[in-house]
């Protein structure tokens, strides 16, 4: 089964937790400190791989979760790297976060991209000793591991693109000049999912893609032409399969590109060349000479093929391959999405509001990260934390929102009495 969109889940792992630990050795009574750090837990990759070529994998499992980080111990032994996850997608595979937002574009093999970091392990109690505090009691907490909804969408890349409408012949002639093998029958929408082939010729090969054919309609989504224009984005040439033996090719043609416009100029303007199909039946033959006119009219390469025959498919081949050779890979298309930053240090913005409670709320990732990763319930813990708030600024913000001596005051899950300003 071909599946080229999925979503899923992933998510980092937390650092592991700071030791609070001291030296316990016979002739050495008080020895200080030696809680040891913990270790950053394991992130989480994309990688593009040929190894895989459809995203139906993906489609019973949706949750993929790194490795945690090791808690330190005593002795200043610190916690292990949580392992890293690294998920193998198909090259052209593209993820988006929060429906707009790419994380990755992996065109490479082998290419690979983070898409959620790991978190940091807590430092031990080591980290904690001061003047005033010769013992400390306390150690901070592993960060959380980032997490992240993830779209997965596969777009082909192919060097050529197949374009025409249904029962064109675009299928035949993959199978015809490439060791593919597509379904073929005589009714619209044979070709349900894409199919890749190698077409060499001489010392020259390129990739051709058959995708699902086209109809009116197409870019709002009808029939299967969502399925088949967003594959065509990466083509650097398409080859425009027009069926001989139709009432009116011409305007076959014109219905096609309608479509390829209206769904991205960027494709209506992408390099076109003509195959004029089923040359072997009367009709085709009959109509030939008037499209040909027609076409060059246009501006355009022509070519009168027969997939069963195998009339023009050298021509056609040649052609494409000196085409090829002519137009460079143009840079990869603007998407028109906005690109995704894995989060550095916490933003270090702070506010504070008043709750309906009478409490006084601390909203800020800086401060909800100072608060989180310290555990409070000790005196030891409690004193570190506001502290480090305090460095924050948030002493006059409370004051500036009329917090009195005595208030509760929250930051994050954490919640604690407030001492005042110190003069």
Known sequence: MFIDEIDILVKAGAGGDGAVSFRREKFVPRGGPDGGDGGRGGSVYLEASYDVNTLYGFRNKHLFKAELGGNGTGNRRHGSKGKDLVIQVPVGTIATVEGEAIVADLTVPGEREMVTRGGRGGLGNTHFTTSTMQTPRIA?????????????????????????????GKSTLLATVTAARPKIADYPFTTLVPNLGVVALGDSSFVAADIPGLIEGAHTGAGLGLEFLKHVRRTRLLVHLLDGSSEDPIRD?????RELAEYSSELAEKPQLVAFTKM??????????????????MGLDAVPISSATSEGIKELIGLVVGKLAEWKPA???????????????????????KEDSG??????????????????ETPEGLMVMKKRLAHLGVAKLLEKAGAMPGDTVRVGEAEYRWEGVKR
């Open 140 to 168: 901070q907490k592993g960060e959380a591991g980032g997490e992240k909804g993830l779209h997965l969408e596969l777009r082909l890349l192919a060097d050529v693109g197949l374009v025409g409408l249904p029962n064109a």
């Open 253 to 257: 043609y014109e219905v096609v590109n």
């Open 280 to 297: 072997d039946l009367p009709e085709s033959r009959e109509a030939w000479p008037d499209a040909a006119g027609k076409l060059r009219a």
């Open 331 to 353: 840079p990869a298309p603007d998407e028109g999405l906005k690109v995704y930053r894995l989060e550095g240090e916490p933003d270090s913005t702070l506010e504070v509001k």
């Open 359 to 376: 409490a006084f709320r601390i909203a800020g990732k800086a401060a909800e990260r100072a608060a989180g990763l310290i555990n409070i």
